[in-house]
């Protein structure tokens, strides 16, 4: 099983980025899949989830309205498209997959929102 995170970057308050993660070694068709971020000195945050099929999201309150979670099931891809970005969204951001019981995650992608 791997999750491999990638789109981060420095972006100006205000500017928009995307997110991505490509899975690989289970069924991603099969599997909810979420987003989390930490930042310095802080505890992981679960930025949003979104179910199998991708008919089902969901967002902390601190992003709802300005993220977007998607997935492309062929591509075995989640996205996480962030808009109107704070410079309090500055973290690294991580993919997660629960398999058989077990949580996977990426390497994380830093994202830091500063001018």
């Known amino acids: 099983v791997q999750v491999v995170e990638s789109g981060g970057g420095l972006v100006q308050p205000g500017g928009s980025l995307r997110l991505s993660c490509a899975a690989s070694?289970?069924?991603?068709?099969?599997?909810?899949m979420r987003w989390y971020r930490q930042a310095p000195g802080k505890v992981p945050e679960l930025v949003a989830n979104i179910s199998s099929l991708g008919d089902t999201t969901n967002y902390a309150d601190s992003v709802k309205g300005r993220f977007t979670i998607s997935r492309d099931n062929a591509k075995k891809t989640v996205y996480l498209q962030m808009n109107s970005l704070k410079p309090e969204a500055t973290a690294v951001y991580y993919c997660n997959a629960v398999v058989r019981g077990y949580a996977y995650w990426g390497q994380g992608t830093q994202v830091t929102v500063s001018s």
């Open positions: 070694g289970f069924t991603f068709s099969n599997n909810v």
